[in-house]
């Protein structure tokens, strides 16, 4: 089964490769799609915002001020 292509189903080309680097991979490394596919979106949401310098909790802060905000709640997303 081609796993990058239903991982690129769901995320952006950017989304994919910034997983694969936190995960300890080569942007276009597609060793691991399998398991990043089979990642929830909070899980995806957390290794994105680490691999760009946020770490410590920041998808929570950050999910919380969408739903102040803008009234979604991203974890009903995960459904």
């Not at 796993?3 to 910034?18: C, D, F, G, H, R």
């Not at 997983?19 to 995806?44: A, H, N, T, Y």
Request: zero cysteines; a negative charge; proline letters at 1%.
């Amino acid at each position: 089964m081609d796993y990058s292509t239903l991982l690129e189903e769901k995320y952006p080309n950017s989304i994919i490769q910034y997983v694969r680097q936190r995960e300890g991979l080569d942007k276009k490394d597609s060793s691991m799609d399998k398991e990043i596919l089979e990642m929830s979106k909070s899980e995806v949401l957390r290794d994105v915002l680490a691999w760009n310098g946020f770490i410590g909790g920041w998808d929570f802060t950050i999910k919380d001020w969408i739903k102040s905000i803008y009234g979604i709640d991203l974890d009903e997303f995960e459904k």
